[in-house]
């Protein structure tokens, strides 16, 4: 990572995302699930080589993933916006400030979704969600559970 940070460095003018893959999980959704993914979250934060920017966590990730990373002390929603208009050597980010800014949901996502999708009634093994709106406003409600722990929404009642 930090061969190809010091390659991106000059060019770059924005806080830069890395993308920590744990490991595959096939959409489990267990609290233990997680585990892996939370541990390997700690051993990146503790790091003192990684390189600067943001770290969204992957691989393993689930909906009890934000709750956990938030008992760790690592899980930040925000962004200081006077940073964004600062030089690349100002906007450095310290090690205090490197936690996990996002998470990646992949096939925990689409498990969740996909049960909703499955109800949708097809015709020729075709079926377009928008042509059902009670589908479509479940699927998002179970979108919008998910991720807006992620955004910093407040709890949604639905």
């Keep these: 990572m930090k061969a190809v940070y010091a390659k991106m460095?000059?060019?770059?003018?924005c806080h830069n995302l890395w993308q920590m893959d744990g490991r595959p999980m096939s959409g489990d959704i267990g609290r233990g699930a997680t585990r892996d993914a939370i541990n390997f979250a700690i051993h990146l934060i503790a790091a003192s080589n990684k390189p600067h920017g943001f770290y969204q966590l992957a691989g393993g990730t689930n909906a009890f993933t934000v709750?956990?990373?938030?008992?760790?002390?690592?899980?930040?929603t925000t962004?200081?916006?006077?940073?964004?208009?600062?030089?690349?050597?100002?906007k450095q980010i310290g090690p205090a400030q490197a936690s996990i800014g996002g998470i990646a949901y992949g096939g925990y996502a689409r498990k969740i979704?996909?049960?909703v999708?499955?109800?949708?009634?097809?015709?020729?093994?075709?079926?377009?969600?928008?042509?059902?709106?009670?589908?479509?406003?479940?699927?998002?409600?179970e979108a919008l559970t998910l991720v807006g722990p992620v955004k910093g929404y407040r709890k949604l009642n639905f």
Excluded: M, W
């Design 9 to 13: 460095q000059q060019r770059l003018k």
């Design 113 to 115: 979704v996909g049960k």
């Design 67 to 76: 709750e956990r990373l938030k008992k760790e002390g690592l899980f930040q």
């Design 79 to 90: 962004i200081d916006e006077n940073s964004l208009e600062t030089s690349n050597e100002e």
């Design 117 to 141: 999708l499955r109800k949708l009634p097809t015709q020729h093994d075709h079926a377009c969600i928008e042509d059902h709106p009670e589908y479509l406003l479940e699927a998002l409600k």
